[in-house]
């Protein structure tokens, strides 16, 4: 089958697929993180992560004007909260929190950086949507790396009131579009929540198989390709 066949429209989320190539922040977390501290082990960080991200999405912390590196320092400041206040380290040292998002923000400098160049390329013969799970800077985001004028549209669950895999997150990104959805196409590293409805909605799906938050699924047969790189996608697509 060529993938590409009839395709006018193609979605892409964006965290953990255009600002890490598929790469969960989890992980990129964890990594700054013990090297900072050790002794951490993989389930404080975990819980650590997960109190940050319920904290944002209840309390609305982050702002529509923010930008990613100010979103990531709240997200660690956060994080490192969570490990005081449940005595996994000692104190909160603010050299330490600055090294952590100076180096997780280099992490998505350098992706976003490859990410413009293949949506250049796209944009040439596709129409480009953007389906996120985001905190309500998004657009702010897009901005600060160069890539908001790619996307005709951009829907964004903290704007819409929808999150994935609510179908009626990607329903709200076509609606605008008299498109058939065998002529549209979802890309993004989370089988469950960009795939599955995708599919469902009738869409093409491109998997973008990376490391994860938890396994990967040892099925998947509803992504119509499964790649490891975003780079694999001019193969594909152009």
């Given at each position: 089958?060529?993938?590409?066949?009839?395709?006018?429209?193609?979605?892409?989320?964006?965290?953990?697929?255009?600002?890490?190539?598929?790469?969960?922040?989890?992980?990129?977390?964890?990594?700054?993180?013990?090297?900072?501290?050790?002794?951490?082990?993989?389930?404080?960080?975990?819980?650590?992560?997960?109190?940050?991200?319920?904290?944002?999405?209840?309390?609305?912390?982050?702002?529509?004007?923010?930008?990613?590196?100010?979103?990531?320092?709240?997200?660690?400041?956060?994080?490192?909260?969570?490990?005081?206040?449940?005595?996994?380290?000692?104190?909160?040292?603010?050299?330490?929190?600055?090294?952590?998002?100076?180096?997780?923000?280099?992490?998505?400098?350098?992706?976003?950086?490859?990410?413009?160049?293949?949506?250049?390329?796209?944009?040439?013969?596709?129409?480009?949507?953007?389906?996120?799970?985001?905190?309500?800077?998004?657009?702010?985001?897009?901005?600060?790396?160069?890539?908001?004028?790619?996307?005709?549209?951009?829907?964004?669950?903290?704007?819409?009131?929808?999150?994935?895999?609510?179908?009626?997150?990607?329903?709200?990104?076509?609606?605008?579009?008299?498109?058939?959805?065998?002529?549209?196409?979802?890309?993004?590293?989370?089988?469950?929540?960009?795939?599955?409805?995708?599919?469902?909605l009738g869409y093409k799906t491109v998997w973008l198989k990376g490391r994860p938050w938890q396994?990967?699924?040892?099925?998947?047969?509803?992504?119509?390709?499964?790649?490891?790189?975003?780079?694999?996608?001019?193969?594909?697509?152009?």
């Amino acid at each position: 089958m060529m993938l590409d066949k009839g395709v006018e429209i193609i979605a892409f989320d964006y965290g953990a697929t255009l600002d890490t190539n598929g790469t969960h922040w989890y992980n990129i977390f964890h990594s700054e993180h013990i090297k900072e501290n050790p002794s951490l082990t993989d389930m404080e960080l975990r819980q650590a992560y997960i109190h940050a991200e319920r904290t944002l999405s209840k309390e609305r912390l982050i702002k529509p004007d923010d930008t990613f590196r100010e979103t990531l320092y709240k997200k660690v400041n956060l994080q490192m909260e969570y490990l005081l206040h449940n005595h996994h380290i000692k104190e909160i040292e603010a050299e330490q929190i600055r090294k952590i998002v100076d180096n997780s923000y280099l992490v998505a400098v350098n992706c976003t950086r490859n990410a413009k160049n293949l949506l250049q390329n796209l944009k040439n013969r596709y129409k480009l949507v953007m389906i996120s799970n985001f905190y309500g800077n998004l657009q702010s985001v897009l901005v600060e790396f160069g890539l908001r004028d790619f996307f005709s549209c951009v829907a964004e669950s903290a704007v819409v009131g929808y999150s994935k895999p609510d179908e009626r997150l990607f329903v709200k990104a076509f609606e605008s579009f008299d498109t058939d959805a065998g002529r549209c196409m979802m890309i993004g590293d989370s089988y469950n929540k960009d795939i599955i409805p995708a599919k469902r909605l009738g869409y093409k799906t491109v998997w973008l198989k990376g490391r994860p938050w938890q396994e990967n699924p040892t099925s998947t047969p509803l992504a119509d390709e499964t790649i490891t790189d975003l780079s694999e996608l001019e193969r594909i697509l152009i």
